[in-house]
């Protein structure tokens, strides 16, 4: 069955630290990967995609995710965390020619 | 470009109620695609929309309908309301298929309270 796993629901980092956002995906179709961010009361915002170029993906804001076909993940990271990073991330993955699904989601939280 | 607009913002209705959503896609866009968001979760896709007919459907039953005109703008009908229907409901549009490359672009949703 085609899925996509976010194994933290919630994580919490100190302001200036190393975000890590973790995501598993199973696919049977050629994988288009994406990570999306919610900020409460707007809507969703693409970070970055993957589309089977590069393997390593720089996306807006500093976040980048690395494309693992052996692990089937595609984890988001980001150097330095910022308040404004604070939010509800997405990752997805393209289940067909034109559909995706979303996994349930991390909430990150950034300590001052 | 205003992107992609929904209305309502909010919406308040009764169990057994029926109500309509609106979206109007980001200009130059022909797709419209229709998820349900319930509080704590993913979105849950509903539907997509092109060239005026249904293209693609999630896991929803048929009290879920849909349509889209031909400015490409797109209504989501909701019959029968359950409480289990309250939610956020999101649009997204995109100017071509994803297996493409192309990108969707979501809109800010409408909030839905079923009674």
């Known amino acids: 069955a085609q899925s996509v796993t976010q194994l933290d629901s919630h994580v919490s980092v100190s302001e200036g630290t190393p975000v890590l956002l973790r995501c598993n995906y199973s696919s049977s179709y050629s994988p288009s990967l994406f990570w999306y961010v919610q900020h409460p009361n707007k809507g969703l915002q693409l970070l970055l995609k993957?589309?089977?170029?590069?393997?390593l993906v720089k996306g807006i804001n500093g976040f980048e995710a690395e494309f693992k076909k052996s692990e089937t993940s595609f984890h988001l990271t980001k150097p330095s965390a910022h308040m404004s990073d604070a939010a509800e991330y997405f990752c997805?993955?393209?289940?067909?020619?034109?559909?995706?699904?979303f996994g349930p989601g991390t909430s990150l939280s950034v300590i001052p | 470009d205003a992107g992609v607009t929904q209305s309502p913002t909010h919406l308040i209705k009764t169990r057994g109620q029926q109500v309509t959503l609106r979206c109007s896609p980001k200009s130059g866009h022909d797709t419209v695609s229709w998820y349900q968001q319930a509080l704590g979760q993913g979105p849950q896709f509903i539907f997509q929309y092109y060239e005026e007919e249904e293209r693609q459907r999630g896991n929803f039953p048929d009290r879920f309908s849909g349509h889209q005109f031909p400015n490409y703008s797109s209504e989501l009908n909701v019959n029968a309301l359950l409480l289990g229907d309250s939610a956020l409901y999101l649009c997204?549009?995109?100017?071509?298929?994803?297996?493409?490359?192309?990108?969707?672009?979501f809109g800010p949703g409408t909030r839905l309270t079923v009674l």
């Open positions: 997805v993955v393209r289940v067909s020619y034109d559909k995706v699904i």
């Open positions: 993957y589309t089977s170029a590069a393997t």
């Open positions: 997204a549009s995109s100017g071509g298929a994803l297996a493409k490359g192309n990108e969707q672009f």
